[in-house]
């Protein structure tokens, strides 16, 4: 009986020991990633923004604004390591009771488990196709403290965001990233010259010139978005290069609600990954360690017997 019961726990020690890298090196990281299915309504706010009112005849209104981000995951669209994000964005100048002054409309793909662009599934933003590059919601799981290409969705564009510091956010380590963005001409449209304080009379050509500076605070091991500041700055400049008026300009942050829901978030995740990855992998080589060793035991003292 002795033998018997060695030989069962040094056979199910075994199987521990070979489980626990498989745990760790392949169930969690196919555990570990976007949901396909995601759900989620973000809100931010921009106290004192500035933004061109073609209703108020060219007027440049101030207001406090409220930004309102809801995204839902297309199911349909997700395949093998591909997620697709739908988003749509609404301002709400709340300080002049004007609904609607900006909408915009996007849709992503990309790589569940590092975050980057993926450009299939009609990915567009505002119904035009857009060539998607860098990360676009997420980051990849263990970020490091190094630059990383970050889309942009107003210019369309990647560009650097450089690790700057590390920082408690509710409580939470997360990296805080800054990408600065160049002045970037977004678009090109025509507006009544009297708009524009100009003496011409009928419509002329303007184009919109975009720069800012975007900072993200990520959590590390999830890579996962904790907090942002987006500080934005859009001019109307005639063909002859002179900036005419200012198109929009505000400081976009979230709101306390939103941060502590990705703080959340991140946090569910975070111990998501130290479980799979360390917790359920070392208490898998202990038991099985402890198995395999009282296995022999057994069969030493039959042995000796």
């Excluded at 990915?123 to 970020?143: A, H, R, T």
């Excluded at 609600?257 to 917790?279: E, F, H, R, S």
């Amino acid at each position: 009986m002795r033998r018997v019961i060695g030989l069962v726990l040094i056979g199910l020690g075994a199987f521990l020991l070979v489980l626990a890298p498989l745990v760790r090196f392949q169930v969690a990281p196919a555990l570990i990633a976007a949901p396909a299915d995601q759900y989620r309504i973000s809100k931010l706010e921009a106290t004192g923004a500035q933004y061109f009112s073609v209703g108020d005849k060219g007027k440049v209104v101030t207001g406090d604004l409220d930004i309102t981000v809801t995204t839902r995951g297309d199911v349909t669209g997700a395949q093998g390591d591909r997620v697709v994000w739908d988003e749509v964005m609404v301002v709400n100048d709340v300080t002049n009771s004007t609904p609607l002054i900006s909408y915009t409309e996007r849709r992503s793909a990309f790589n569940k488990y590092t975050g980057e662009g993926i450009n299939c599934c009609s990915v567009k933003i505002n119904d035009e196709p857009v060539q998607l590059q860098g990360q676009i919601y997420k980051w990849p799981f263990d970020v490091q403290k190094k630059t990383y290409s970050v889309f942009n969705s107003t210019t369309g564009k990647a560009f650097d965001a450089k690790f700057v510091a590390e920082e408690q956010v509710n409580g939470l380590t997360a990296y805080r990233f800054e990408q600065a963005i160049p002045p970037t001409k977004t678009d090109t449209l025509n507006a009544p010259a009297s708009y524009l304080g100009m003496d011409e009379t009928g419509d002329v050509q303007v184009d919109r010139f975009y720069d800012g500076v975007n900072t993200f605070w990520i959590e590390p091991a999830t890579g996962s978005p904790v907090r942002q500041e987006q500080q934005r700055h859009e001019v109307l400049k005639t063909q002859d290069g002179v900036e005419r008026s200012v198109a929009f300009v505000a400081t976009a942050k979230m709101t306390q609600q939103t941060q502590n829901d990705l703080v959340k978030n991140a946090t569910d995740g975070k111990n998501t990954i130290t479980l799979l990855k360390t917790t359920i992998p070392l208490a898998l080589v202990l038991v099985g360690l402890a198995m395999v060793i009282v296995g022999f035991l057994l069969l030493r003292r039959r042995a000796e017997r």
